[in-house]
Nanobody, 117 residues
């Protein structure tokens, strides 16, 4: 069955960096768009970054453009999100999803990112 397992979240000070990882299994990873989304309690999900199957085209939400970078290693079935210059408003539960934007079919259990001094 499809599994997406995120890791790498944690507590970081404003201006700091984190790198999220997502290991995928149960499907042909290299055939799918993948998206990182995030959600805070009481609000709807927000797509953050999207990457195409080959990994040569990426799209980022305006809120993270220039600070976040999405990448993938198809040989390792792994998706990444490099987050730099983190802000308190980046605090959220981050999910790895299979799909394009919010039109995803599967998501992982999430990893918490908290940006606070």
């Amino acid at each position: 069955q499809v599994q997406l397992v995120e890791s790498g979240g944690g507590l970081v000070q404003p201006g700091g960096s984190l790198r999220l990882s997502c290991v995928a299994s149960g499907f042909t990873f290299s055939s799918y768009f993948m998206t990182w989304i995030r959600q805070v309690p009481g609000k709807g999900p927000e797509w953050v970054s999207i990457i195409n199957p080959r990994g040569d085209t990426t799209t980022h939400a305006d809120s993270v453009k220039g600070r976040f970078s999405i990448s993938r290693d198809n040989a390792k079935n792994t998706l990444y999100l490099q987050m730099n210059s983190l802000k308190p408003e980046d605090t959220a539960l981050y999910y790895c999803t299979r799909g394009h934007g919010l039109a995803y079919s599967f998501r992982g259990q999430g990893t918490q990112v908290t940006v606070s001094s």
